[in-house]
């Protein structure tokens, strides 16, 4: 009797300590003073049906990605901090794997610091993108730094993105269609992570088409881009067009054979003539091609990565769609012998080293690209170098090409 009244004690002591346990692993998720609501929410109070994130929120609350509040909120518009981002992804890993390094200033006891401790061991945390070894985890999460970790992390999962991150940030040639690239306001370290980022899908511009590297995310979009990257996760960088035209660019200077009906034939690519000199028969100067970006103009759509940045249908541009041809745009660099315009420089040269067209101009102001501002007024000036970018063609169905004063070639077939 003694003895099952002790076994039945025991039971209720572990089944109590069990309880404790388990009220204890509930982890707070926004900051260290507030507790969040159980996983087992999937709806919340702030986050109606009409809101334009509701699916992607309720999704990820109910793969216990992203959870809510003890009053029933969400919070959708508050900003993703460090130590959010890194507990939302380390539960898309749901790691094992954990780290020695560590940050000052986030202790042991933190309730985001195991989720820290996976990022570190996965990499999509690297302790030298840090300063004096702080982590400042309420510190709201840049879109720059966002990219980076998404980057870093498919990384993990496919050895091709941490390859396609590398050839992205070695190459002189990689050019990232973002306003900031020729307007500054972004780091240089952070462009091929927002390649990725923007080559996958996983993040994108606003309707100015800015990235906003140094702006913020709300707990609304991370939850968007939290369903994508699982997506993500599953494809390889070959998988995504916009991914592979950026690759393309990088390794090439052009973006011909992902984007268009094009081959290179057997007398070379564009990669076989960049930066070498092209003399103009008027002898107005010297000139070479330093990119060759395409956007497919075939349909009634623009297609492309690299669309937003240099076509606009909204203006006369739209008389090349659906036409049979492709849109290319050269990029330039320009020593004229004496003072002339774009006019006279494309009278006496071969079509595809020099162009009287001009971008459009509300693309120039957007994305800040290097133009002449003018077609007919003598805007190059003897002594001066130029690099400039300008508008030109190419039928689908035709061989192009040119060359070099040395002889070198580029030419390009039908598939």
């Not at 990820?60 to 901090?81: I, M, Q």
């Not at 945390?125 to 730094?145: A, C, H, L, Q, W």
């Not at 999962?157 to 070695?170: C, L, S």
């Not at 009287?356 to 190059?380: G, M, R, W």
Request: hydrophobic fraction near 35%; avoid cysteine.
């Amino acid at each position: 009797m003694l003895h099952r009244k002790s076994s039945r004690n025991n039971l209720m002591f572990k089944a109590l300590a069990t309880s404790i346990m388990t009220a204890a692993v509930v982890i707070p998720v926004a900051t260290e003073n507030v507790q969040a609501a159980p996983v087992t929410k999937t709806t919340f109070k702030d986050v109606p049906k009409s809101h334009w994130a509701y699916e992607s929120i309720k999704q990820v609350a109910e793969k216990g990605l992203v959870t809510g509040y003890k009053d029933g909120t969400y919070k959708p518009s508050a900003k993703v901090t460090r130590a959010e981002f890194a507990m939302f992804l380390s539960r898309v890993f749901d790691s094992s794997e954990r780290t020695t390094a560590s940050f000052s200033d986030v202790s042991n006891t933190h309730w985001a610091n195991e989720a820290i401790q996976e990022g570190l061991a996965l990499g999509f945390i690297k302790v030298e993108d840090f300063s004096n070894n702080k982590f400042d985890p309420n510190k709201p999460m840049t879109r720059g730094e966002m990219s980076r970790w998404l980057a870093n992390g498919l990384a993990y999962t496919n050895p091709e993105y941490a390859k396609a991150i590398e050839e992205m940030a070695d190459s002189s040639l990689t050019i990232i269609p973002i306003p900031e690239f020729y307007g500054g306001g972004v780091n240089k370290k952070d462009l091929p992570y927002i390649g990725v980022a923007l080559g996958t899908g996983l993040l994108s511009g606003y309707e100015d088409f800015k990235f906003k590297p140094n702006g913020n995310t709300t707990r609304a979009e991370v939850a968007t881009i939290l369903i994508r990257f699982m997506d993500t996760m599953k494809k390889a960088p070959s998988d995504f067009t916009g991914l592979k035209e950026l690759l393309e660019v990088a390794k090439t200077g052009t973006n011909i054979l992902t984007i268009s009906n094009f081959k290179k034939s057997k007398y070379g690519g564009y990669e076989d003539v960049l930066g070498k000199p092209h003399t103009y028969l008027n002898n107005t100067g010297v000139a070479t091609i330093e990119h060759a970006i395409f956007v497919d103009t075939l349909g009634s759509k623009p297609k492309g990565i690299f669309k937003d940045m240099f076509f606009n249908e909204q203006s006369s541009d739209k008389v090349y769609l659906n036409d049979g041809i492709y849109a290319i745009y050269y990029e330039y660099k320009f020593k004229p012998s004496r003072d002339v315009s774009v006019q006279s420089v494309s009278n006496g040269s071969d079509m595809h080293f020099a162009s009287n067209l001009l971008v459009d101009k509300n693309k120039i102001a957007l994305f800040n690209l290097p133009s002449p501002k003018s077609t007919s007024k003598n805007e190059f000036m003897k002594g001066e170098t130029y690099r400039y970018w300008a508008f030109n063609s190419a039928l689908s169905g035709e061989m192009f090409g040119s060359e070099t004063d040395d002889g070198s070639m580029f030419y390009y077939e039908p598939k």
